[in-house]
Every structure is written in C-alpha cells, then in structure tokens.
C-alpha cells in the first residue's frame, strides 16, 4: 500500500494548505490505512484537529507517526474503537470533547469486505458481520455525532463512506452490496432531517481504490484497471481531496449528495 510523503500530498491538492480545514474538529473511523488514513492526513495538513479511531492500535500508530511529520501531532488523537459498539463510540465522542472542546465533522468510514461468495452460500454470520460494521456501525457513529452536532447549533458535516458496488452492482457481494446501500439511503435521508440544523449530510462513493485489502489479490488493480472507462484505479488521496472539500467552509450547501470518485465505473 502507498503511503504519500507530505511532499507528494501538498503537490496534489487542495487550496491553501494549512488553512481550509484550520479550526475545524473532525473524527475519522477506519483511520488505520487506506481511505482513512488518507482523509486523516489530508485534514491534518489543511489545518484541522483529528480524532483518529478503529481497532487496529499499530495502524493507528501508524498514522498518527505520519501526522506528526508535518507538526500535526498536538492536533491528533487515536483511539481504539469498535463502531458496532455504542459504548465505544460514545467514549470516542467523549474524548474527542475533552481533548478539543467541540466537534465540526465526522467521517464513518470504518468498513469490511469478507470477499466473493454466492448469495446461497452467505452464512448468517458472515451477513450479520458486514451489517454490524459496515450498516450499524455508520448509523451508530453518524447518530452519536449527530446528537453532538445538534446541540451545540452550530451546524456541521457528516460523511460516511459508500461504495460503487451499491451503484453498479457486482456478482458475489449481495451482504456488502446492501450495506452499503443502506448506507446511501441512510445518509440521504438524514441529509433532509438535519438541513433545518445546517448540517450537511454525504456520502463518498469511492471506486475500486488502491488499498492494502485490494493489493493484498495478486493481480486484482491490474486486471480490474483496463475494464474502467479512465483505464485506472483510484487511489486515497484523490477521495481524501474531495472529502477536505466537503468538509470546508467552501461547500456551505453541498448536501443529500452521493459523491462518486470511480474512474467512471458506475457509468460504463
């Protein structure tokens, strides 16, 4: 799995570094690697403070040793944190308001793949698995920091990660498939409640990314890549671009929205 220098991050995007997310308080899920590891790196370099949370402490570790190159170390914290769990999720909220007073953003991005297996071959406990991360986790997270959100009346950002797969479906994936379409409809759902809070709701939609799960199949981004109609696969940085602008003060009425990086997959 690639992991960007600060270098290489700043050469990629977005606007005035240090500055677009500067003051803002955001939790990330799923921050140990891939999508979430890049989301928290991006916020950190565009200013904001950082909750990183999941279950892998090393990877955690990890991260927050990558965040501390740039100076970003006084604005992060990790902590484990098991999103099926509402206990869990209620301490990660709870220390993310002790250590920066408030909270802006949170991303649910915690999510797993068990891999390929037809529908009459799904056990109950494999299904039951992919909906308590990947469905009851999100609304676990978006529900805790929602309640946050609203009391302060501030406004604020919710993003939870979605996926093509839930757009234009694959074979041997119905369990992942309708979790996380649940997750689309959820969050567009909950776009239309919390607009009166001037809370908006989205979902990225990413495509097939390179990540440590996809570069862990021999051969998998090589032949998935030619089938996309931009001939590439997405890498994280690019979805941890586009959230940093959702999440800005650039994008005040950018809500209810599916928003797809995919080279075109859901398209072709």
Same mark, same amino acid.
């Given at each position: 799995?690639?992991?960007?220098?600060?270098?290489?991050? +700043?050469?990629?995007?977005?606007? #005035?570094?240090?500055e677009?997310?500067a003051?803002?308080?955001?939790i $990330?899920?799923?921050?140990?690697?891939?999508?979430g590891?890049?989301?928290?790196?991006?916020c950190?370099?565009?200013?904001?403070?950082v909750?990183?949370?999941?279950?892998?402490?090393?990877?955690?570790?990890?991260?927050? #040793?990558?965040?501390?190159?740039?100076?970003g170390?006084?604005? @992060?914290?990790?902590?484990? =944190?098991d999103?099926? +769990?509402?206990?869990?999720?209620n301490?990660?909220?709870?220390?993310?308001? !002790?250590?920066?007073?408030?909270? #802006?953003?949170?991303i649910?991005?915690?999510?797993?793949?068990?891999?390929? *297996?037809?529908f009459?071959?799904? =056990?109950?406990?494999?299904?039951?698995?992919i909906?308590?991360?990947?469905?009851r986790g999100?609304?676990?997270?978006?529900?805790?920091?929602?309640?946050?959100?609203? +009391?302060?009346g501030?406004?604020?950002?919710?993003?939870a *990660?979605?996926?093509?797969?839930?757009?234009?479906?694959?074979?041997?994936?119905?369990?992942?498939?309708?979790? !996380?379409?649940?997750v689309h409809?959820?969050?567009?759902?909950?776009?239309?409640?919390?607009?009166?809070?001037?809370?908006? $709701?989205? *979902?990225?939609?990413?495509?097939? =990314?390179?990540?440590?799960? =996809?570069?862990?199949?021999?051969?998998? @981004?090589? !032949?998935?890549?030619? *089938?996309?109609?931009?001939g590439e696969?997405v890498?994280?940085?690019?979805?941890?671009?586009?959230?940093?602008?959702?999440?800005s003060?650039e994008?005040?009425h950018?809500t209810g929205?599916?928003l797809?990086?995919d080279a075109?997959?859901?398209?072709?």
């Amino acid at each position: 799995m690639v992991d960007y220098s600060w270098e290489e991050i +700043e050469f990629m995007g977005g606007k #005035d570094m240090n500055e677009r997310l500067a003051g803002k308080v955001i939790i $990330v899920t799923g921050a140990e690697s891939g999508i979430g590891r890049s989301i928290v790196q991006r916020c950190i370099i565009d200013g904001a403070c950082v909750t990183a949370a999941g279950l892998n402490v090393e990877g955690l570790k990890e991260t927050a #040793d990558l965040c501390a190159e740039t100076g970003g170390k006084e604005r @992060l914290i990790w902590t484990k =944190t098991d999103v099926r +769990e509402t206990a869990s999720v209620n301490d990660m909220i709870n220390q993310t308001k !002790k250590n920066f007073s408030r909270l #802006d953003a949170a991303i649910a991005n915690a999510g797993i793949v068990l891999g390929q *297996t037809p529908f009459y071959n799904i =056990t109950l406990d494999d299904w039951d698995r992919i909906i308590a991360t990947n469905l009851r986790g999100v609304f676990i997270t978006i529900q805790a920091a929602c309640k946050v959100l609203i +009391e302060q009346g501030e406004g604020g950002s919710l993003l939870a *990660t979605g996926s093509s797969t839930a757009i234009r479906v694959a074979p041997g994936f119905a369990s992942y498939i309708a979790a !996380k379409g649940g997750v689309h409809l959820m969050m567009q759902a909950l776009a239309l409640e919390l607009a009166e809070h001037k809370i908006r $709701v989205n *979902t990225i939609v990413p495509g097939t =990314t390179r990540t440590a799960i =996809t570069e862990a199949l021999p051969g998998y @981004l090589d !032949k998935v890549a030619p *089938t996309l109609p931009m001939g590439e696969v997405v890498e994280p940085y690019e979805l941890a671009n586009f959230v940093s602008f959702a999440l800005s003060d650039e994008a005040p009425h950018l809500t209810g929205t599916l928003l797809k990086v995919d080279a075109g997959r859901v398209i072709a």
